[in-house]
């Protein structure tokens, strides 16, 4: 029986790239989305075509490059944008307008100086204008998270009605706690007339380090749309990260939830990003992070090297990392050397391991990390450089 498909909405390009100092140019962007395509997301938001020449010119380049994904374009819920939108749009072989407009008490009150009733009129005429251009039209209801449950019921049941063919839900402050956020999407699957004609998307920020946590809580409850980003970069302390999501529903069989990514992509794609945006992926980042397979500890680095799976639930190559480091570290065991100087070419005995063990002690003393060079200094001071494994 196979297992049942969340959608990857990536938005790399567009929340991502809101990052101060992270700005790509198009040819960058055209390079990330043919990688994106390549890694098997189902929608790129590819930017927001409205606010700058350069995005909208981005979006159109992306429309007609993008071979399988949808390709995603942001607007308000304003006319000029969605025109826009649609325009930009208009080579892509599957385009979606994203459209939307706050519901929280907090944005109707301060940003929008409206009432509800005016933010749900506002809401279906945005819906309604966009569904004249194209049949996929998504609506966000921006600041879900915090929107009384019953009153995003009634817009959701609203923009439905009026053509919306995904609601995203998002989280904008990264302030729910998973179990509220999953509620939430309980709630409106089963209290939403019509729930049935549209996709229930995720869209989480990361302000408490709960992005992940709520996107999973979410798919568990109804949603199969995860919106998210490449190493988790986005706005403030970042969005839901796309290779913890996808890694984590495979990892958990018992979901009976997967995507269509090609997991194998996942580190040299996070590379890329980093790279391209000048955006380093902190160490001990999930997944992709330099110390995600990296191993320092005596006890943990013999318990890797005689079963990789003693303190790692996923193989390495499964993300395309070549494979595990053993890192030796004055914390570092015999088991560890020994692993390692075989690496380098020496097979050691019992008695020589103890003697280069003491030796590699007084290195890792005054070093944070003792590298191959530094093995073979070692052998040398043992008087065992001429030892070399067959």
Partial sequence: MSKEKVQIFDTTLRDGEQVPGCKLNTDQKLVIARRLDELGVDVIEAGFPISSPGDFTSVVEIAKIVKNATVCGLTRAVKKDIEVAAEALQYARKPRIHTGIGTSDSHITHKFRATREEIVERAVTAVSYARTFVDDVEF??????????????????????????????????????????????????????????????????????????????????????????????????????????????????????????????????SKMVSESMGMPVQPNKAIVGANAFAHSSGIHQDGVIKNRETYEIIDPADVGVTESAIVLTARSGRAALAYRAKKVGYELTKLQLDDVYREFLKFADVKKEVLDDDIHEIMQVCKLGEIRAV
Avoid: W
Wanted: hydrophobic content about 35%; aromatic content about 4%; charged content about 20%.
């Fill in 140 to 269: 966000y209801a921006e600041d879900a998270g915090r929107t009384d449950n019953e009153f995003l019921a009634r817009v959701c049941e609203a923009v439905i009605e009026a053509g919306a063919t995904v609601l995203n839900i998002p989280d904008t402050t990264g302030y729910c706690l998973p179990e509220e956020y999953g509620a939430k999407i309980k709630y409106l699957r089963d209290n939403v007339k019509g729930i049935e004609k549209a996709v229930l998307s995720c869209h989480c920020h990361n302000d408490l380090g709960l992005a992940t946590a709520n996107s999973i809580s979410g798919v568990v409850n109804g949603a199969r749309q995860i919106e998210c980003t490449i190493n988790g970069i986005g706005e403030r302390a970042g969005n839901t990260s796309l290779e913890e999501v996808v890694m984590i529903l495979r990892q958990h069989p018992a979901l009976d939830l997967d995507t269509n990514i090609n997991s194998r992509l996942l580190y040299s794609t």
